[in-house]
């Protein structure tokens, strides 16, 4: 097939997570609103359809923002695709207000972004996997005005090729497990976790450890309590305790839109030190209630001298094998601590994710994208990667920009206001164009 064939799009997204629904939302209100050009695009997800951390779905687990800091309403508050919208929709608003909060449960939110989707759904290729992007056939750097991307088609194992003058890479973060451990049918992530409980007889988990001091652990902690009644639930957490997440209101302001510019435009040391400072806004730290709940049943344990909840305290794991039909955790307390054995039927292991990493998928075109002094990507204002100055193609991440925008970069909290400066970002570079963008026919 000669490149000419390729279909040719303006934006491709990779990845259809809430960011790039976020964009395909914000695309589609660009193309009604009548604002210029018609942009083609099409997005491109490996999962068989739409979800969100589906393994984190636990009942009464709620949103730690405001159903305000939606896919669009900091964008457009008058946009049909906002929450309150949703609400209406369903019939539910009058009851949402009645209840007099802020944060929905994430159930709630879930079935909101699958509302949003089902409405940009015809533009999104499920079952379909980026593979690689490059150069198209012939053409240098120097030329390069568009993109090939290589789609795996799940279902029918082929490959076609696209063709994009912009690509947003949203293929989100990476579980990452404590060093030396590795996952397997007794060692669960968390963001496997109530797919792969779901898959197990309660009555074969007597003993359950969760490793963590964050949010998911917390909350996966009392939900095996709750739920395991037989069960001894112990918590591995390297600090004393829990710690409370800071969601005061002057704190919660490093997340605003204006914030970003603050980050960006810092010196090196002030970006160090406004993440030392405000980490505890949503790295390893729980909201109140949840650390409140726990203690609750710890001290309802004591005073029914059952000691089913288990806190193992300034606690890391320093390996996990197989010992006949059980797990053996070897843990070691303090920093010089004796190390310990704790057998359990499963381990859970809420230790967080890593940043999305887009080098494999950039492949040869990792060497056109300017990296800084430590390595990481060059990223503009407009969360583009900075490229060699002969390309005009736009390669946009969302996510993998902590280091350039801040707390918020991989966060639900902006989604809206960037969605927004990515296509803006997008028009005035077509804009400036010898060639400008043609207006091909919607995708």
């Avoid at 508050?77 to 369903?90: C, G, I, R």
């Avoid at 435009?265 to 806004?281: D, G, I, K, M, V």
Wanted: glycine residues 6%; negative net charge.
């Amino acid at each position: 097939m000669s490149a000419r064939e390729f279909d040719i799009y303006d934006v491709v997204g990779i990845g259809f997570g809430p960011s790039n629904l976020s964009l395909a939302v914000a695309l589609d209100e660009f193309r009604v609103n009548g604002m210029g050009n018609v942009f083609s695009n099409i997005f491109f997800e490996r999962r068989s359809s739409f979800a969100w951390h589906p393994s984190m779905l636990l009942p009464s687990a709620t949103m730690q923002i405001s159903f305000l800091k939606d896919l669009v309403t900091f964008r457009n508050p008058t946009s049909s695709f906002s929450f309150v919208a949703y609400l209406h929709e369903s019939g539910r608003l009058p009851r949402f207000v009645n209840n007099q909060d802020f944060f929905p449960t994430r159930e709630e939110f879930h079935q909101y972004l699958e509302w949003a989707q089902a409405r940009v759904a015809h533009r999104v290729a499920y079952g379909s996997e980026a593979r690689s992007l490059r150069l198209p056939a012939g053409v240098g750097p120097e030329r390069a005005d568009r993109l090939c991307l290589q789609v795996a088609d799940a279902a029918s194992g082929t490959s076609r090729m696209v063709e994009a003058r912009n690509v947003v890479i949203s293929t989100g973060l990476v579980p990452t497990m404590p060093a030396g451990v590795e996952r397997g049918e007794r060692v669960w992530h968390s963001s496997e976790f109530l797919e792969r409980f779901r898959r197990t007889s309660p009555a074969r988990i007597r003993r359950v450890a969760v490793v963590g001091a964050g949010q998911s652990a917390a909350e996966i902690t009392r939900f095996l309590y709750d739920e395991l009644p037989h069960a001894e639930v112990s918590a591995i957490i390297p600090s004393y305790g829990y710690c409370v997440a800071d969601d005061t209101p002057f704190a919660n302001e490093v997340f605003d839109p204006e914030a970003i510019d603050d980050y960006y435009y810092a010196t090196e040391r002030t970006r160090e030190a406004l993440w030392r400072y405000h980490s505890n806004t949503n790295y390893s730290v729980v909201d109140d209630s949840v650390i409140r709940d726990l203690y609750r049943r710890s001290y309802e344990d004591d005073l029914r001298d059952v000691g089913r909840l288990r806190f193992l305290r300034l606690t890391r794991v320093a390996g996990v094998r197989s010992v006949g039909a059980q797990t053996r955790v070897s843990l070691r307390a303090g920093i010089d601590g004796d190390l310990r054995d704790l057998d359990v039927d499963v381990l859970v292991c809420a230790t967080g994710y890593a940043a999305m990493e887009p080098t494999g998928l950039l492949g040869d075109l990792d060497q056109y994208c300017l990296r800084d002094e430590a390595g990481r990507y060059r990223i503009e204002r407009d969360y583009r990667i900075v490229t060699a100055p002969e390309m005009q193609c736009g390669i946009y991440l969302q996510g993998g920009t902590e280091h350039t925008h801040g707390l918020s970069s991989s966060l639900l909290s902006n989604i809206a206001v960037r969605s927004g400066e990515i296509i803006d970002s997008i028009v005035a570079r077509s804009a400036e164009r010898t060639a400008p963008c043609a207006v091909l026919a919607e995708a």
